[in-house]
C-alpha cells in the first residue's frame, strides 16, 4: 500500500465492540470487600492471572464535611496514609509472597485515597481467596504492632466508603 493511500476499510470502522452491560459485565472484576480490620479496608479480585488489591483508610479515618453529605480524610490523617501503610505494606507482602518487584507492586492512587496493589500471577495458586485474606490478617496485625493509626480525633465512622 502506498504512504499517502487514504482509503479507508469502511468495514473496519463500522465494526464497533459490544459495551451492552451484559458484555461490559463479563470483563468487569468481581471485588470481594473485607471490612473487618481495624486499620484498612480492602477489597481483592482475581484479574487474569494475577490478584489486584485496593486499600483505603478505615471508616473511622473519615471526617464529615460541616454542612454536607461529603466525608474526607483530614491532612494529618492522610499524610500518615500515605506515608506508613507503605512502609509497613511493603516487607509484610514481600515476607508474605515471598517476592519483590514486578511480581508485587503498589501505587498510591489519589484520587482515591487508596494504595493499589497488585499480586502478579498469584491467582494461579490453589487457593487465592486463603492466601489473600491471610495476608491481610498479616498486615493488620503489622500495622498494629506498629503503632499506625489512621484514625481521626473524635470521629465517627463514615457511613459507607463507597458512598464517599
Known sequence: MHPHNHDVDLKAVTEQPDFSANAVGE????FKKIENYTTFLAEYAEVGDDIILHFFPPAEAYVQVAGTDTWKVPAAVLRAWQLRFPEVLSPTAENHFRATAPKIVAQYVPE???WWMACRSYALTLDPDTLILSFLQK???????A???????????????RTR
Open 27 to 30: 470483563h468487569v472484576p468481581k
Open 112 to 114: 482515591m485515597t487508596s
Open 139 to 145: 498486615l493488620d496485625a503489622a500495622l498494629d504492632a
Open 147 to 161: 503503632g499506625v493509626s489512621f484514625l481521626s480525633a473524635g470521629s465517627t465512622p463514615a457511613p459507607s466508603r
